[in-house]
Protein backbone atom coordinates (compact mmCIF):
# COMPACT_ATOMS: atom_id res chain seq x y z
CA UNK A 1 0.00 0.00 0.00
CA UNK A 2 0.82 3.50 -1.22
CA UNK A 3 1.07 6.05 1.59
CA UNK A 4 1.35 10.58 1.17
CA UNK A 5 2.65 12.19 2.86
CA UNK A 6 1.31 15.09 4.60
CA UNK A 7 2.09 18.68 2.86
CA UNK A 8 1.26 22.15 4.17
CA UNK A 9 -2.17 22.41 1.98
CA UNK A 10 -3.30 19.55 4.28
CA UNK A 11 -1.98 20.99 7.24
CA UNK A 12 -4.36 24.28 6.56
CA UNK A 13 -7.19 21.82 6.05
CA UNK A 14 -6.49 20.51 9.62
CA UNK A 15 -6.21 23.48 11.17
CA UNK A 16 -9.64 24.95 9.31
CA UNK A 17 -11.34 21.55 10.77
CA UNK A 18 -10.08 21.49 14.22
CA UNK A 19 -8.72 25.25 14.57
CA UNK A 20 -4.81 26.34 14.74
CA UNK A 21 -4.78 25.13 18.32
CA UNK A 22 -5.34 21.63 18.26
CA UNK A 23 -2.66 20.86 15.29
CA UNK A 24 0.58 19.86 16.46
CA UNK A 25 3.72 20.15 13.71
CA UNK A 26 5.93 21.25 16.06
CA UNK A 27 8.90 18.42 16.31
CA UNK A 28 9.55 18.50 20.30
CA UNK A 29 6.11 18.34 20.95
CA UNK A 30 5.52 15.44 18.18
CA UNK A 31 7.77 13.69 20.65
CA UNK A 32 5.19 13.10 22.81
CA UNK A 33 2.79 11.09 20.16
CA UNK A 34 5.55 9.44 19.11
CA UNK A 35 5.24 6.24 21.32
CA UNK A 36 3.09 4.60 24.32
CA UNK A 37 4.56 3.01 27.63
CA UNK A 38 6.38 0.11 25.61
CA UNK A 39 10.03 1.55 26.60
CA UNK A 40 12.19 0.52 23.92
CA UNK A 41 13.15 2.15 20.85
CA UNK A 42 12.35 0.02 18.24
CA UNK A 43 8.56 0.68 19.13
CA UNK A 44 8.93 4.66 19.06
CA UNK A 45 7.96 6.82 15.72
CA UNK A 46 7.35 10.44 15.42
CA UNK A 47 4.07 11.04 13.55
CA UNK A 48 4.10 14.01 11.01
CA UNK A 49 1.36 15.94 12.27
CA UNK A 50 -1.26 15.65 15.60
CA UNK A 51 -4.42 16.55 14.90
CA UNK A 52 -7.09 16.56 18.35
CA UNK A 53 -11.03 16.67 17.26
CA UNK A 54 -13.51 18.15 19.24
CA UNK A 55 -16.47 16.48 18.38
CA UNK A 56 -17.62 13.03 16.12
CA UNK A 57 -18.17 15.85 13.02
CA UNK A 58 -14.34 16.60 13.15
CA UNK A 59 -13.24 13.62 13.71
CA UNK A 60 -15.20 12.09 10.38
CA UNK A 61 -13.84 15.17 8.42
CA UNK A 62 -10.58 14.05 9.45
CA UNK A 63 -11.07 10.67 8.18
CA UNK A 64 -12.62 11.34 5.04
CA UNK A 65 -9.53 13.67 4.24
CA UNK A 66 -6.97 10.82 5.24
CA UNK A 67 -8.91 8.33 2.91
CA UNK A 68 -9.31 11.13 -0.07
CA UNK A 69 -5.20 11.46 0.39
CA UNK A 70 -4.15 8.08 1.40
CA UNK A 71 -2.74 9.38 4.95
CA UNK A 72 -2.56 6.54 7.58
CA UNK A 73 -4.36 7.42 11.03
CA UNK A 74 -3.48 6.23 14.47
CA UNK A 75 -6.31 6.80 17.00
CA UNK A 76 -4.48 7.69 20.22
CA UNK A 77 -6.06 8.12 23.75
CA UNK A 78 -4.26 8.24 26.66
CA UNK A 79 -0.81 6.50 25.15
CA UNK A 80 -0.75 4.51 28.41
CA UNK A 81 -0.97 1.10 26.13
CA UNK A 82 2.06 -2.00 26.65
CA UNK A 83 1.60 -3.17 22.55
CA UNK A 84 2.72 -0.17 20.68
CA UNK A 85 -0.83 0.08 19.43
CA UNK A 86 -0.89 3.97 19.41
CA UNK A 87 2.50 4.19 17.93
CA UNK A 88 2.03 5.58 14.57
CA UNK A 89 4.96 3.20 12.64
CA UNK A 90 4.13 4.41 9.17
CA UNK A 91 3.76 8.34 10.18
CA UNK A 92 0.95 10.28 8.58
CA UNK A 93 -1.93 11.46 11.40
CA UNK A 94 -2.13 10.90 14.89
CA UNK A 95 -5.88 11.75 15.82
CA UNK A 96 -5.86 12.18 19.30
CA UNK A 97 -9.01 11.88 21.74
CA UNK A 98 -7.62 14.13 24.53
CA UNK A 99 -10.12 17.26 23.58
CA UNK A 100 -13.10 14.85 23.56
CA UNK A 101 -13.31 14.43 27.58
CA UNK A 102 -16.73 14.76 28.94
CA UNK A 103 -19.07 13.04 31.07
CA UNK A 104 -22.65 13.45 29.05
CA UNK A 105 -25.24 11.34 30.84
CA UNK A 106 -25.83 9.80 33.75
CA UNK A 107 -29.18 7.90 33.45
CA UNK A 108 -30.14 6.56 36.82
CA UNK A 109 -33.13 5.15 35.26
CA UNK A 110 -31.07 2.44 32.93
CA UNK A 111 -28.23 2.66 35.15
CA UNK A 112 -26.18 4.26 32.03
CA UNK A 113 -22.99 6.49 31.74
CA UNK A 114 -22.36 8.01 28.55
CA UNK A 115 -18.92 9.53 28.29
CA UNK A 116 -16.67 11.21 25.65
CA UNK A 117 -13.81 8.39 24.74
CA UNK A 118 -10.67 10.79 26.71
CA UNK A 119 -12.50 10.83 29.92
CA UNK A 120 -9.74 8.66 32.11
CA UNK A 121 -10.94 5.41 33.36
CA UNK A 122 -10.16 7.07 37.13
CA UNK A 123 -12.75 9.57 36.45
CA UNK A 124 -15.49 7.20 35.16
CA UNK A 125 -14.87 5.30 38.35
CA UNK A 126 -14.80 8.26 40.56
CA UNK A 127 -18.21 9.81 39.42
CA UNK A 128 -19.88 6.45 39.12
CA UNK A 129 -18.97 5.97 42.80
CA UNK A 130 -20.13 9.05 43.81
CA UNK A 131 -23.61 9.03 42.14
CA UNK A 132 -24.05 6.03 44.05
CA UNK A 133 -22.96 3.59 41.96
CA UNK A 134 -20.26 1.09 40.12
CA UNK A 135 -18.19 0.82 37.30
CA UNK A 136 -16.09 -2.50 37.25
CA UNK A 137 -13.73 -1.63 34.29
CA UNK A 138 -10.18 -1.23 36.60
CA UNK A 139 -6.77 -1.46 34.86
CA UNK A 140 -3.85 -0.73 37.01
CA UNK A 141 -3.37 2.39 35.00
CA UNK A 142 -7.21 3.52 35.54
CA UNK A 143 -5.55 6.90 36.80
CA UNK A 144 -3.80 8.03 33.63
CA UNK A 145 -5.75 5.25 30.71
CA UNK A 146 -8.96 6.66 28.70
CA UNK A 147 -12.06 4.66 28.64
CA UNK A 148 -12.00 4.73 24.59
CA UNK A 149 -8.43 3.35 24.86
CA UNK A 150 -9.58 0.62 27.73
CA UNK A 151 -12.61 0.04 24.84
CA UNK A 152 -10.32 -0.61 21.61
CA UNK A 153 -7.95 -3.00 23.70
CA UNK A 154 -10.69 -4.34 25.55
CA UNK A 155 -9.02 -3.69 28.82
CA UNK A 156 -8.61 -6.34 31.71
CA UNK A 157 -7.41 -5.33 35.11
CA UNK A 158 -7.85 -6.53 38.37
CA UNK A 159 -11.65 -7.22 38.88
CA UNK A 160 -11.84 -9.13 35.97
CA UNK A 161 -11.90 -12.68 37.97
CA UNK A 162 -15.55 -11.59 39.20
CA UNK A 163 -16.90 -8.73 36.83
CA UNK A 164 -14.77 -9.85 33.75
CA UNK A 165 -13.19 -7.16 30.76
CA UNK A 166 -14.82 -3.99 29.60
CA UNK A 167 -16.17 -5.45 26.88
CA UNK A 168 -19.05 -6.64 29.66
CA UNK A 169 -19.81 -3.11 30.45
CA UNK A 170 -20.27 -1.89 26.75
CA UNK A 171 -23.69 -1.68 25.63
CA UNK A 172 -23.23 1.06 22.94
CA UNK A 173 -20.49 2.85 20.97
CA UNK A 174 -20.80 5.88 18.56
CA UNK A 175 -18.11 5.47 16.19
CA UNK A 176 -15.97 6.96 13.04
CA UNK A 177 -16.11 4.41 10.48
CA UNK A 178 -12.45 3.97 8.89
CA UNK A 179 -14.09 5.61 5.83
CA UNK A 180 -15.27 8.96 7.53
CA UNK A 181 -18.87 7.98 7.91
CA UNK A 182 -20.90 8.10 11.49
CA UNK A 183 -22.25 5.82 13.21
CA UNK A 184 -23.78 4.06 16.72
CA UNK A 185 -23.89 0.79 17.48
CA UNK A 186 -25.86 -0.58 20.08
CA UNK A 187 -27.14 2.07 22.96
CA UNK A 188 -28.74 1.82 25.77
CA UNK A 189 -30.55 -1.92 25.69
CA UNK A 190 -29.09 -4.39 27.81
CA UNK A 191 -29.81 -7.00 25.05
CA UNK A 192 -30.02 -7.33 21.35
CA UNK A 193 -30.39 -9.71 19.09
CA UNK A 194 -30.57 -8.05 16.03
CA UNK A 195 -28.19 -8.14 13.18
CA UNK A 196 -24.34 -8.82 13.93
CA UNK A 197 -22.85 -8.12 17.52
CA UNK A 198 -21.01 -4.70 15.66
CA UNK A 199 -20.44 -3.10 19.24
CA UNK A 200 -18.29 -6.04 20.22
CA UNK A 201 -16.50 -6.30 16.96
CA UNK A 202 -15.51 -3.07 17.39
CA UNK A 203 -14.05 -4.04 21.22
CA UNK A 204 -10.55 -4.52 21.01
CA UNK A 205 -9.76 -3.82 17.15
CA UNK A 206 -7.36 -1.93 18.63
CA UNK A 207 -8.13 1.78 16.51
CA UNK A 208 -8.43 -0.59 13.45
CA UNK A 209 -11.60 -0.50 12.59
CA UNK A 210 -13.32 2.72 13.88
CA UNK A 211 -12.64 5.48 16.19
CA UNK A 212 -14.78 5.63 19.14
CA UNK A 213 -16.06 8.81 19.92
CA UNK A 214 -18.95 8.08 22.62
CA UNK A 215 -19.24 5.23 24.55
CA UNK A 216 -22.70 3.60 26.35
CA UNK A 217 -21.11 2.12 30.42
CA UNK A 218 -23.24 0.01 32.18
CA UNK A 219 -23.15 0.80 35.70
CA UNK A 220 -23.89 -1.51 38.54
CA UNK A 221 -24.98 -1.05 42.52
CA UNK A 222 -22.35 -0.01 44.17
CA UNK A 223 -20.97 -3.03 46.45
CA UNK A 224 -21.02 -1.81 50.70
CA UNK A 225 -17.75 -3.54 51.63
CA UNK A 226 -14.86 -5.13 50.84
CA UNK A 227 -11.27 -6.52 51.95
CA UNK A 228 -7.88 -7.27 50.68
CA UNK A 229 -5.87 -9.84 51.79
CA UNK A 230 -2.27 -10.33 51.25
CA UNK A 231 -0.91 -14.19 51.42
CA UNK A 232 2.77 -14.87 51.20
CA UNK A 233 3.88 -18.52 50.16
CA UNK A 234 7.02 -20.15 49.63
CA UNK A 235 7.19 -20.85 45.99
CA UNK A 236 4.99 -19.97 43.19
CA UNK A 237 3.70 -23.34 42.66
CA UNK A 238 2.54 -23.71 46.23
CA UNK A 239 0.81 -19.85 45.72
CA UNK A 240 -0.63 -20.41 42.04
CA UNK A 241 -1.74 -24.18 43.53
CA UNK A 242 -4.09 -22.40 45.78
CA UNK A 243 -6.11 -20.51 43.13
CA UNK A 244 -8.62 -23.36 41.95
CA UNK A 245 -8.95 -24.60 45.44
CA UNK A 246 -10.18 -20.81 46.25
CA UNK A 247 -12.18 -20.50 43.26
CA UNK A 248 -13.95 -24.26 43.58
CA UNK A 249 -14.23 -25.16 47.52
CA UNK A 250 -15.22 -21.81 49.05
CA UNK A 251 -18.39 -21.29 47.35
CA UNK A 252 -17.35 -17.37 46.77
CA UNK A 253 -15.71 -15.82 43.73
CA UNK A 254 -13.47 -12.97 45.03
CA UNK A 255 -13.26 -9.75 43.07
CA UNK A 256 -9.47 -10.07 42.75
CA UNK A 257 -6.98 -12.48 42.76
CA UNK A 258 -3.36 -10.94 41.95
CA UNK A 259 0.05 -12.93 42.24
CA UNK A 260 3.65 -11.64 42.10
CA UNK A 261 7.02 -13.38 42.19
CA UNK A 262 9.90 -13.45 44.18
CA UNK A 263 11.91 -10.34 42.07
CA UNK A 264 8.81 -8.68 41.47
CA UNK A 265 8.34 -8.51 45.53
CA UNK A 266 11.90 -7.26 45.71
CA UNK A 267 11.54 -4.42 42.83
CA UNK A 268 8.24 -3.39 44.42
CA UNK A 269 9.74 -3.03 48.21
CA UNK A 270 12.74 -1.12 46.06
CA UNK A 271 9.99 0.82 44.17
CA UNK A 272 8.30 1.98 47.25
CA UNK A 273 11.07 2.43 49.54
CA UNK A 274 9.91 -0.01 52.44
CA UNK A 275 9.95 -3.53 53.11
CA UNK A 276 6.95 -5.22 52.50
CA UNK A 277 5.89 -8.05 54.39
CA UNK A 278 8.05 -11.55 53.78
CA UNK A 279 9.85 -10.17 51.22
CA UNK A 280 11.78 -13.14 51.26
CA UNK A 281 8.42 -15.08 50.12
CA UNK A 282 8.58 -17.08 47.07
CA UNK A 283 5.35 -15.44 46.14
CA UNK A 284 2.62 -12.97 47.21
CA UNK A 285 -0.94 -13.30 46.28
CA UNK A 286 -3.76 -10.63 46.93
CA UNK A 287 -6.87 -11.18 47.11
CA UNK A 288 -10.40 -8.95 46.96
CA UNK A 289 -13.51 -9.97 48.00
CA UNK A 290 -16.44 -7.56 48.55
CA UNK A 291 -20.15 -8.23 50.11
CA UNK A 292 -23.06 -6.40 50.46
CA UNK A 293 -22.97 -7.07 54.52
CA UNK A 294 -20.40 -7.04 56.43
CA UNK A 295 -21.40 -9.98 58.34
CA UNK A 296 -20.98 -12.05 54.95
CA UNK A 297 -17.56 -10.14 53.91
CA UNK A 298 -16.26 -11.10 57.48
CA UNK A 299 -17.33 -15.02 56.62
CA UNK A 300 -16.02 -14.63 52.82
CA UNK A 301 -12.84 -13.49 53.85
CA UNK A 302 -12.54 -15.81 56.73
CA UNK A 303 -13.04 -18.54 54.44
CA UNK A 304 -10.54 -17.87 51.86
CA UNK A 305 -7.51 -16.94 54.30
CA UNK A 306 -8.55 -20.46 56.19
CA UNK A 307 -7.48 -22.44 52.51
CA UNK A 308 -4.66 -20.09 52.22
CA UNK A 309 -3.29 -21.47 55.29
CA UNK A 310 -4.36 -24.87 55.21
CA UNK A 311 -2.96 -25.08 51.64
CA UNK A 312 0.54 -23.81 53.00
CA UNK A 313 0.21 -19.93 53.10
CA UNK A 314 2.61 -18.21 55.25
CA UNK A 315 0.41 -16.01 56.68
CA UNK A 316 -3.13 -13.96 55.58
CA UNK A 317 -2.62 -10.38 56.22
CA UNK A 318 -6.14 -8.70 55.82
CA UNK A 319 -6.75 -4.90 54.85
CA UNK A 320 -10.16 -4.33 55.61
CA UNK A 321 -9.78 -0.31 56.02
CA UNK A 322 -8.89 1.88 53.03
CA UNK A 323 -5.54 2.95 54.30
CA UNK A 324 -4.52 -1.01 54.61
CA UNK A 325 -5.86 -1.60 51.75
CA UNK A 326 -4.10 0.96 49.50
CA UNK A 327 -0.98 -0.29 51.27
CA UNK A 328 -1.88 -3.92 50.17
CA UNK A 329 -2.63 -2.51 46.39
CA UNK A 330 0.29 -0.33 46.32
CA UNK A 331 2.85 -2.81 45.89
CA UNK A 332 1.21 -4.34 42.97
CA UNK A 333 -0.37 -1.22 41.34
CA UNK A 334 2.94 0.18 40.87
CA UNK A 335 4.93 -2.99 39.57
CA UNK A 336 5.46 -2.00 36.01
CA UNK A 337 6.85 1.37 37.37
CA UNK A 338 9.34 -0.81 39.68
CA UNK A 339 10.22 -3.26 36.66
CA UNK A 340 11.42 0.01 35.11
CA UNK A 341 13.47 1.26 37.64
CA UNK A 342 14.71 -1.98 37.50
CA UNK A 343 15.52 -2.62 34.01
CA UNK A 344 14.89 0.55 32.01
CA UNK A 345 14.28 -1.22 28.79
CA UNK A 346 12.15 -4.27 29.39
CA UNK A 347 9.51 -6.24 27.53
CA UNK A 348 6.19 -6.93 29.06
CA UNK A 349 3.70 -9.62 27.72
CA UNK A 350 0.42 -10.41 28.52
CA UNK A 351 0.24 -14.18 27.82
CA UNK A 352 -3.26 -15.70 29.23
CA UNK A 353 -3.92 -19.67 29.76
CA UNK A 354 -6.38 -21.57 31.12
CA UNK A 355 -6.09 -20.86 35.11
CA UNK A 356 -5.01 -24.92 35.63
CA UNK A 357 -2.05 -24.04 33.36
CA UNK A 358 -0.33 -21.76 35.58
CA UNK A 359 2.02 -23.53 37.41
CA UNK A 360 3.36 -25.39 34.84
CA UNK A 361 3.66 -21.68 32.39
CA UNK A 362 5.54 -20.24 35.06
CA UNK A 363 7.44 -22.97 35.37
CA UNK A 364 8.51 -22.88 31.63
CA UNK A 365 9.38 -19.36 31.38
CA UNK A 366 11.70 -20.14 34.64
CA UNK A 367 13.48 -22.64 32.55
CA UNK A 368 13.85 -20.25 29.50
CA UNK A 369 15.18 -17.54 31.62
CA UNK A 370 17.99 -19.92 33.06
CA UNK A 371 17.99 -21.33 29.41
CA UNK A 372 19.54 -17.83 27.81
CA UNK A 373 20.66 -16.23 31.31
CA UNK A 374 17.77 -13.36 31.58
CA UNK A 375 15.59 -12.40 34.31
CA UNK A 376 11.79 -12.64 33.69
CA UNK A 377 9.93 -11.61 36.84
CA UNK A 378 6.46 -12.62 36.65
CA UNK A 379 3.13 -10.98 37.90
CA UNK A 380 -0.71 -10.29 36.68
CA UNK A 381 -3.95 -11.82 37.45
CA UNK A 382 -4.05 -15.68 38.58
CA UNK A 383 -7.71 -15.58 39.04
CA UNK A 384 -8.01 -15.20 35.18
CA UNK A 385 -4.57 -16.66 33.74
CA UNK A 386 -3.29 -13.55 32.63
CA UNK A 387 0.78 -13.54 33.14
CA UNK A 388 2.95 -10.69 32.67
CA UNK A 389 6.35 -12.09 32.01
CA UNK A 390 8.70 -9.16 31.61
CA UNK A 391 11.86 -9.79 30.18
CA UNK A 392 14.98 -7.43 31.70
CA UNK A 393 17.40 -6.00 29.75
CA UNK A 394 19.86 -5.41 32.52
CA UNK A 395 23.25 -5.81 31.46
CA UNK A 396 23.22 -6.91 27.94
CA UNK A 397 23.99 -4.74 24.47
CA UNK A 398 21.70 -4.15 22.08
CA UNK A 399 22.14 -6.74 19.34
CA UNK A 400 22.51 -9.00 22.63
CA UNK A 401 18.62 -7.95 23.70
CA UNK A 402 17.51 -8.19 20.39
CA UNK A 403 18.37 -11.61 19.80
CA UNK A 404 17.57 -13.24 23.43
CA UNK A 405 13.87 -11.57 22.57
CA UNK A 406 13.20 -13.18 19.85
CA UNK A 407 14.66 -16.24 20.86
CA UNK A 408 12.60 -16.20 24.13
CA UNK A 409 9.38 -14.93 23.44
CA UNK A 410 8.66 -17.53 20.56
CA UNK A 411 9.71 -19.75 23.37
CA UNK A 412 6.97 -18.36 25.57
CA UNK A 413 4.15 -18.16 22.76
CA UNK A 414 5.00 -21.60 21.95
CA UNK A 415 4.05 -23.07 25.45
CA UNK A 416 1.61 -20.56 25.89
CA UNK A 417 0.21 -21.89 22.69
CA UNK A 418 0.73 -25.47 23.76
CA UNK A 419 -1.05 -24.35 26.62
CA UNK A 420 -4.32 -23.59 25.17
CA UNK A 421 -3.82 -19.70 25.68
CA UNK A 422 -2.99 -16.57 23.65
CA UNK A 423 -0.98 -14.29 22.99
CA UNK A 424 -2.57 -11.68 24.83
CA UNK A 425 -5.08 -11.00 27.48
CA UNK A 426 -5.55 -7.15 28.09
CA UNK A 427 -3.06 -5.37 26.40
CA UNK A 428 -3.54 -6.12 22.74
CA UNK A 429 -1.13 -6.94 19.82
CA UNK A 430 -0.61 -3.27 18.30
CA UNK A 431 3.03 -3.18 16.41
CA UNK A 432 4.47 -5.32 18.85
CA UNK A 433 2.91 -8.79 18.43
CA UNK A 434 2.02 -8.84 14.71
CA UNK A 435 4.74 -11.27 13.61
CA UNK A 436 3.63 -13.67 16.76
CA UNK A 437 0.16 -13.10 15.68
CA UNK A 438 0.34 -13.72 12.29
CA UNK A 439 2.38 -17.26 13.75
CA UNK A 440 0.54 -18.32 16.10
CA UNK A 441 -3.47 -17.71 14.95
CA UNK A 442 -5.15 -19.99 12.60
CA UNK A 443 -4.86 -19.66 9.33
CA UNK A 444 -8.63 -19.15 8.74
CA UNK A 445 -9.01 -16.82 11.48
CA UNK A 446 -6.52 -14.60 9.98
CA UNK A 447 -8.31 -14.82 6.70
CA UNK A 448 -11.50 -13.60 8.82
CA UNK A 449 -9.59 -10.51 10.20
CA UNK A 450 -8.51 -9.78 6.87
CA UNK A 451 -11.57 -9.89 5.24
CA UNK A 452 -13.33 -7.86 7.72
CA UNK A 453 -10.51 -5.25 7.52
CA UNK A 454 -10.33 -4.88 4.02
CA UNK A 455 -14.09 -4.76 3.75
CA UNK A 456 -14.46 -2.13 6.69
CA UNK A 457 -10.91 0.30 5.36
CA UNK A 458 -10.68 -0.66 1.65
CA UNK A 459 -8.29 2.12 2.15
CA UNK A 460 -6.06 0.96 4.88
CA UNK A 461 -5.50 4.11 6.50
CA UNK A 462 -6.77 3.21 10.07
CA UNK A 463 -4.02 1.86 12.45
CA UNK A 464 -2.99 0.03 8.73
CA UNK A 465 0.28 -1.72 10.41
CA UNK A 466 -1.78 -2.81 13.58
CA UNK A 467 -3.12 -6.30 14.74
CA UNK A 468 -2.97 -7.96 11.20
CA UNK A 469 -0.04 -6.13 8.30
CA UNK A 470 -2.41 -6.17 5.47
CA UNK A 471 -0.36 -2.33 4.24
C1 LIG B 1 1.28 1.05 34.72
C2 LIG B 1 0.34 0.42 33.73
C3 LIG B 1 -0.59 -0.50 34.16
C4 LIG B 1 -1.47 -1.09 33.25
N1 LIG B 1 -2.39 -1.97 33.71
C5 LIG B 1 -3.27 -2.52 32.85
C6 LIG B 1 -4.26 -3.45 33.32
O1 LIG B 1 -4.32 -3.78 34.51
N2 LIG B 1 -5.11 -3.96 32.41
C7 LIG B 1 -5.07 -3.60 31.09
O2 LIG B 1 -5.90 -4.08 30.32
N3 LIG B 1 -4.14 -2.74 30.63
C8 LIG B 1 -3.25 -2.19 31.45
N4 LIG B 1 -2.31 -1.30 30.99
C9 LIG B 1 -2.25 -1.00 29.55
C10 LIG B 1 -3.10 0.23 29.10
O3 LIG B 1 -3.29 1.13 30.16
C11 LIG B 1 -4.43 -0.21 28.50
O4 LIG B 1 -4.18 -0.93 27.31
C12 LIG B 1 -5.39 0.94 28.18
O5 LIG B 1 -6.65 0.41 27.84
C13 LIG B 1 -4.90 1.86 27.07
O6 LIG B 1 -5.68 3.04 27.09
P1 LIG B 1 -5.10 4.40 26.48
O7 LIG B 1 -6.18 5.43 26.53
O8 LIG B 1 -3.82 4.75 27.09
O9 LIG B 1 -4.90 3.95 24.95
P2 LIG B 1 -3.65 4.17 23.99
O10 LIG B 1 -2.42 3.57 24.53
O11 LIG B 1 -3.59 5.60 23.59
O12 LIG B 1 -4.14 3.31 22.74
C14 LIG B 1 -4.29 1.91 22.84
C15 LIG B 1 -4.97 1.39 21.56
O13 LIG B 1 -6.30 1.87 21.47
C16 LIG B 1 -6.52 2.62 20.27
N5 LIG B 1 -7.42 3.72 20.65
C17 LIG B 1 -7.27 4.59 21.69
N6 LIG B 1 -8.34 5.41 21.75
C18 LIG B 1 -9.17 5.06 20.74
C19 LIG B 1 -10.43 5.52 20.29
N7 LIG B 1 -11.09 6.53 20.88
N8 LIG B 1 -10.99 4.91 19.21
C20 LIG B 1 -10.36 3.88 18.59
N9 LIG B 1 -9.17 3.41 18.98
C21 LIG B 1 -8.59 3.98 20.05
C22 LIG B 1 -5.13 3.03 19.83
O14 LIG B 1 -5.08 3.21 18.41
C23 LIG B 1 -4.30 1.85 20.27
O15 LIG B 1 -4.37 0.82 19.32
C24 LIG B 1 -1.41 -0.72 31.87
C25 LIG B 1 -0.47 0.22 31.44
C26 LIG B 1 0.40 0.79 32.35
C27 LIG B 1 1.38 1.79 31.85
Redesign the pocket.
Known amino acids: MHYNKITSELVTELINIVGRSNVIEDPEKLETYAG ?2 VPEAEWKHLPEVVVKPRDVQQTAEIIKMANREMIPV ?10 A ?2 VPMLGGIVLS ?1 EN ?1 NRILEIDRENLFMVVE ?2 VT ?1 GEVQQRAWAEGYFYAG ?4 AD ?15 KAVKYG ?2 SRYIYGLE ?1 VTPTGEITTLGGKCVKSSTGYDLVHLMVG ?4 L ?4 KVYLKLLPRPLHNAVLLVPFEDMQTAIDVVPKIMTNGGIIPTSIEFMDQLCIKSAEGFLDRPLPFSDAGAHIIIEVEAYTKSQLEADYETIGTICLENDGLDVFVGDNRASQEKIWKAR ?5 ALRVTSPVYCMEDIVVPVNKIPAVLAEINRIAEKYSIKIPCFG ?1 AGDGNIHATLLKENMDDATWHAVKEKVLDEIYTITHASGGNLS ?4 I ?1 AKRVKAMAKFTDPVQLKMIAAIKKALDPNLIL ?1 PD ?1 VIDLA
Request: hydrophobic share 25%; aromatic share 2%; net charge negative.
Open positions: DETPRGAGTGLAGAVMPGTDPCSSSFIGGNVATNAGGNTTISEGTGIVTRHLAEHGEHGGNK
